[in-house]
């Protein structure tokens, strides 16, 4: 069992950054692969990105390919979204989210892969 803990959200301008993070204890942080969710006000939660529990692989939803980044230092148990060039359209809370097993066969859009999930931040992007 792991704990994730989402912080960094804000209000932003769009074109601005922000950097999310997400804080992992009670397991073994590097034997999960991370994902990141967001859920915008009256939609479903959305695939944004994740990352192998090595760091090695990442994979990111077409809507952010080309701004955000997802990283993770496992020397400190924690996972970050680098968001770049924030749009209006990036609003939402952002949750993080742990999933066990190899990164080949994980089903890693589908939500109901992930066993731990945050309680999540808002990000708010102002036009």
């Known amino acids: 069992q792991v704990q994730l803990v989402e912080s960094g959200g804000g209000l932003v301008q769009a074109g601005g950054s922000l950097r999310l993070s997400c804080a992992a204890s009670?397991?073994?942080?590097?034997?999960?692969?991370i994902a990141w969710f967001h859920q915008a006000p009256g939609k479903e939660r959305e695939f944004v990105a994740a990352?192998?529990?090595?760091?090695?692989?990442?994979y990111y939803a077409d809507s952010v390919k080309a701004r955000f980044t997802i990283s993770r230092d496992n020397a400190k148990n924690t996972v970050y979204l680098q968001m770049n060039s924030l749009k209006p359209e990036d609003t939402a809370v952002y949750y993080c989210?742990?999933?066990?097993?190899?990164?080949?066969?994980?089903?890693?859009?589908?939500?109901?892969?992930?066993?731990?999930w945050g309680q999540g931040t808002q990000v708010t992007v102002s036009s």
């Open positions: 989210a742990a999933a066990r097993g190899g990164w080949a066969v994980l089903k890693f859009r589908d939500r109901a892969e992930y066993d731990y």
């Open positions: 990352t192998s529990r090595s760091g090695s692989y990442t």
């Open positions: 009670g397991g073994a942080f590097t034997t999960y692969n």
